[in-house]
Nanobody, 122 residues
């Protein structure tokens, strides 16, 4: 009943920018906290950015100052603006909603997007 769909990935040169989108759809009463993750070849899944219970956004050291997370609560869309991209940013990027509240059944769900591939290369 609930789905997250990432978009915006692709091939970009080092130093370039991309903006990823994560659109949530379905019987959602409250989207709740959101997070962006990535998984690069040979590495574990890494949390990049996440909203907090006090309304702030935390960032991993690897992307701090280069990536910016934002959201449009009215549209249930979350964004990840990625600037100054590096080859080591190459990964599959995922959005995650750990505690979506559904309607009308008032269930809490964790939902992951399918991922979008970002390749940073000359």
């Amino acid at each position: 009943q609930v789905q997250l769909v990432e978009s915006g990935g692709g091939l970009v040169q080092p130093g370039g920018s991309l903006r990823l989108s994560c659109a949530a759809s379905g019987n959602i009463f409250r989207l709740g906290l959101m997070a962006w993750y990535r998984q690069a070849p040979g590495k574990q899944r890494e949390r990049l950015a996440a909203t907090t219970t006090i309304g702030t956004i935390t960032y991993a050291d690897s992307v701090k100052g280069r990536f910016t997370m934002s959201r449009d609560n009215a549209k249930n869309v979350v964004y990840l603006q990625m600037d100054s991209l590096k080859p080591e940013d190459t990964a599959v990027y995922y959005c995650n909603a750990p505690r979506i509240l559904t309607t009308p059944d008032s269930r809490y769900l964790e939902v992951w997007g399918q991922g979008t591939l970002v390749t940073v290369s000359s």
